[in-house]
């Protein structure tokens, strides 16, 4: 152990280091907190060196950390001492003929993550073999094989990474596995969905991606259970499409299954965060029972056939239309080199009159300009209003109810496919692959609770459990 870590006051110095020297607190004591701001019971974290001299940080037993301004502080009583451990040790997985074969990646994100205590961030410092270590319940479920391909925050991850492990995942399916979980970020799996869904096609057994939106090392951690589901859904569901395992209701009854190409994070930090929108999900999963709600899925096979199309064409992007948009935005794009621009536009799928000559300079340049929705659910419908015939006119293409990031996602893959023919780019943008636009949406699927209003009142009486 170095000389810092030896010491009972780590990372803590000026006044913040006084006060604790002034109640008898050392780092990793428990205490009772009396403040000018009120009581606080918690753990008293190490800071790290680079962190200011003016609060002592707990860890309060809900898992939230909070930081106490040293002059507000009128009493600190100790109450114990417990010095955390957070290392989790890389475990062997146990085997068994009888359970079926996963093969769990790793990219990273909360999931593999595990709080720095120096520094009071979260890191990604938790491999596959850690996460087994700290999950046992999996090995009644499959046999797991691990992978570590990258560790990092789901904002990092992009097309790069979006390609190794689509092929990463072709290589699991040909080898044999029963089915690929997925570890990832939260923030953007979605994107990442969206990309596997196109570029591994037809998979005969479930690619299941799985986050986490707390750390495992809080309390209310949604880690082991949507590990869980999603493995079991993996190695013995029998659904064989790219598909999201996370938290269903906002309880820990069950987690839910969606299609990778019409899922979205729809909250910061609630951990029922991912939503189906334009559908509903495609199942349940809860203790080793995968319940199907929909009834279109494409069903497991024996086979090991699967179409592989890694490419992704980095010049797209997705443009979100505010009104006062200005044309220099689209020209811009189009200077530098874009060849595609999936536009979110407003309502049935409009943009402002200020921009329509910049989107004949581009069709003008051969830029491939595509129209999705800002309100999520319902279809572009540009022949309702005049604003959508003249954008029609000026080659804008619709894309019924795809979602905006899957449209982004579908486009950079569809140049990446056909670099050299935008027509097969547009028959390919406006075909359904991989379910990414639906026929109707069902009338069971827009549902957004709205507390209060009578109705909504009496659905949740009657389900709250
Ligand atoms: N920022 C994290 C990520 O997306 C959040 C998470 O994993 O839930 O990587």
Redo the contacts with the bound molecule.
């Keep these: 152990m170095s000389a810092a870590q030896k010491d009972p006051y780590r990372g803590y110095r000026g006044p913040a280091r006084e006060v604790m020297k002034k109640f008898g607190i050392t780092v990793w004591c428990e205490v009772r907190a009396k403040t000018t701001r009120g009581e606080f019971e918690g753990l008293v974290l190490p800071r790290s060196e680079t962190s200011d001299e003016l609060h002592l940080v707990l860890k309060l037993t809900s898992g939230y950390n909070v930081g106490i301004r040293h002059d507000t502080v009128l009493d600190l009583t100790k109450v114990g001492y417990r010095e955390a451990h957070y290392q989790i040790p890389e475990k062997e997985f146990p085997t068994d003929a009888g359970h079926p074969e996963v093969k769990l990646l790793g990219t990273?994100?909360?999931?593999a993550?595990r709080l720095d205590y120096r520094t009071g961030a979260?890191i990604?410092a938790f491999s596959p073999g850690e996460l087994y270590g700290s999950v046992p319940e999996l090995a009644e479920i499959c046999n797991l094989e691990t992978e570590k391909l990258f560790g990092?925050?789901?904002?990092?991850?992009g097309p790069e990474q979006y390609l190794i492990l689509a092929e990463k995942t072709g290589e699991a399916i040909k080898e044999g596995f029963d089915g690929v979980v997925i570890g990832?970020?939260?923030?953007?799996?979605h994107h990442t969905a969206a990309a596997l869904s196109f570029m591994v096609q037809k998979p005969p057994v479930p690619i299941i991606m799985v986050?986490?939106?707390?750390s495992s090392d809080r309390p209310s951690s949604d880690a082991a259970q949507n590990l869980i589901n999603a493995t079991w859904a993996a190695g013995h569901g029998p659904i064989a499409e790219v598909m999201v395992c996370m938290f269903g209701p906002t309880s820990d009854l069950y987690n839910l299954l969606h299609r990778g190409t019409r899922v979205r994070k729809m909250h910061s930090s609630v951990r029922s965060t991912f939503r189906t929108l334009g559908d509903i999900p495609l199942a349940t999963v809860e203790k080793g029972k995968l319940t199907p709600i929909k009834d279109d899925w494409l069903p497991r096979r024996d086979d090991k056939d699967v179409l592989v199309q890694a490419a992704f064409d980095e010049r797209v992007t997705l443009t979100y239309y505010y009104p006062g948009m200005n044309a220099d935005v689209v020209d811009a794009l189009v200077e530098k080199g874009y060849k595609g621009i999936v536009i979110a536009g407003t309502g049935l799928g409009h943009v402002n009159r200020l921009i329509y000559l910049a989107l004949e300079r581009a069709r003008e340049a051969g830029v491939q300009v595509y129209m999705t929705l800002q309100t999520l659910w319902g279809f572009v419908q540009m022949h309702v209003y005049e604003t959508g015939r003249e954008i029609l006119e000026l080659g804008v293409i619709p894309l019924a109810n795809m979602l905006p990031e899957v449209a982004y996602i579908k486009l950079g893959w569809a140049l990446g496919v056909h670099p050299d023919d935008p027509e097969k780019v547009k028959e390919l943008m406006t075909t359904s692959v991989a379910g990414e636009v639906t026929e109707r949406e069902p009338h069971d699927g827009y549902l957004i609770f709205q507390g209060g209003i009578p109705e909504v009142q009496e659905f949740l009486e009657k389900v709250w459990r």
């Design positions: 990273g994100g909360t999931i993550s979260v990604p990092v925050f789901s904002e990092n991850m990832h970020g939260t923030d953007t799996m986050g986490s939106q707390r």
